[in-house]
């Protein structure tokens, strides 16, 4: 069984991998480098402060960035206890896919995916009741994983679960994140 699933996540990698054009190679190299979204990543925090304003503004920047690190540390550890190599180091598909991109270290499970689904369900989670346009911010994290087979990084199972322990965090950093706030509104107001 679990050698069926890895034949088909190396098939529908390759068959993804193989649906890019040459002509966009470098819009997805762009995308793919986590430099790329500063921009949006300055948007978040200000919208944090917008909404938030300053005390509880900042209570809830530092839940972010602990949802992204612990994510990261967590990926990392992952990712060197599971030792899968990554498709582009992978000898046989060589000559079968594209490859834009050539990392050494491990491939399970993406640290792009896990990381952005991290933050992006972090923000919508604390900004959804003041807007709904924070749903938006979705296209980032599915831009960001679909960057990761077209320059042939990652299998489709990385992403997938990278994507699942990402939100799985956030919303665990989240519900501290409330706690937090909740008992520091208590300590203020009393």
Known sequence: MLETLK??????????????????DSFWVY?????????????????I??????????????????TF??????TGFVKDYVAR????????????IRILQKPTNYSFFSGHASSSFAITTFMVLVLRK???????????PLVFVMSRIYVGVHYPSDIFVGALVG????????????????????IHNP
């Open 85 to 96: 190599l990554r498709p582009n180091n992978v000898e046989a598909f060589g000559e079968l």
């Open 130 to 140: 003041f807007t709904k346009w924070i749903y938006l911010a979705y296209i980032w």
């Open 167 to 186: 939100t799985l965090f956030a919303f665990f950093f989240y519900f501290l994140c409330k706690k937090v706030l909740a008992h520091k509104k208590l």
């Open 7 to 24: 034949q088909w996540d190396r098939e529908l990698f390759i068959y993804l991998n193989s649906l890019g054009f040459e002509r966009f």
């Open 49 to 66: 402060f917008y909404y938030y304003k300053l005390k509880k503004g900042a209570t809830v920047a530092f839940f972010v960035l602990l």
């Open 69 to 74: 690190g612990i994510t990261i540390f967590f």
């Open 31 to 47: 995308v793919t480098q986590i430099e790329s979204w500063t921009p949006l990543f300055i948007f978040f925090f200000l919208l």
